[in-house]
């Protein structure tokens, strides 16, 4: 079994929160579950990530940041993807 993959089905997007999903800039699919938001790589269906909330996930959104701080320079292509949940306990 590769690295970072999962046995057994990711958790079953939420009925409640069908529209809670996003795509990622690679291809990747984000979406919410009751508690958990699940992230799957676009062309293999592999789970790449699987993070639990205290609350219902509402709403998710993936983007892309730039760990470059002010001041410094962007040479060292520090962007990378981050998700961003909002659930019901507003946390």
Do not use: N
């Not at 590769?2 to 009925?15: D, I």
């Not at 002010?70 to 949940?85: H, I, P, Q, S, T």
Request: overall charge negative; glycine content about 16%.
């Amino acid at each position: 079994m590769e690295r970072g993959t999962m046995r057994g089905a990711p958790p079953s997007p939420s009925w409640y929160g069908a529209h809670a999903a996003c795509a990622t800039r690679d291809g990747g699919l984000v979406y919410a579950s009751d508690k958990a938001v699940c992230v799957l790589d676009g062309e293999t269906g592999a789970v790449r990530g699987l993070v639990g909330t205290k609350a219902r996930a509402l709403a998710v959104c993936a983007a892309t940041t730039s760990e470059t701080r002010e001041g410094e320079d962007d040479e060292g292509g520090g962007a990378r993807e981050v998700v961003v949940c909002g659930c019901a306990d507003k946390v």
